[in-house]
């Protein structure tokens, strides 16, 4: 509910008409904040009915506090290079 009231917030997406269901794939554990990016991205894009390109790689918390704010966190903070070497490797 906080990744979508960021995107209400601050990139003017109404949500509150919708049901919005998240699912993930290929291993990826939901626990890890890293992912809030990528989710805004996915959802935003769904929203819109505009595909993210398929070479984007979203990686970042959203702030807690509903500041909009998206910093580097977990894997992405201390080593967020060979995080992304990993992601590629295995899915792309």
Do not use: K
């Not at 919708?18 to 805004?40: K, L, P, Q, R, W």
């Amino acid at each position: 509910a906080l990744l979508l009231a960021v995107l209400e917030r601050y990139a003017g997406i109404d949500l509150s008409e919708h049901d919005v269901y998240v699912s993930t794939g290929s291993g990826i554990n939901v626990s890890e904040t890293a992912i809030d990016a990528a989710i805004c991205a996915a959802v935003a894009s769904s929203y819109w009915s505009v595909p993210v390109a398929d070479t984007t790689i979203a990686i970042g918390e959203v702030s807690r506090g509903a500041t909009g704010q998206v910093r580097r966190s977990g894997p992405a903070a201390s080593g967020y290079l060979g995080r992304m070497r990993q992601w590629i490797s295995e899915s792309f």
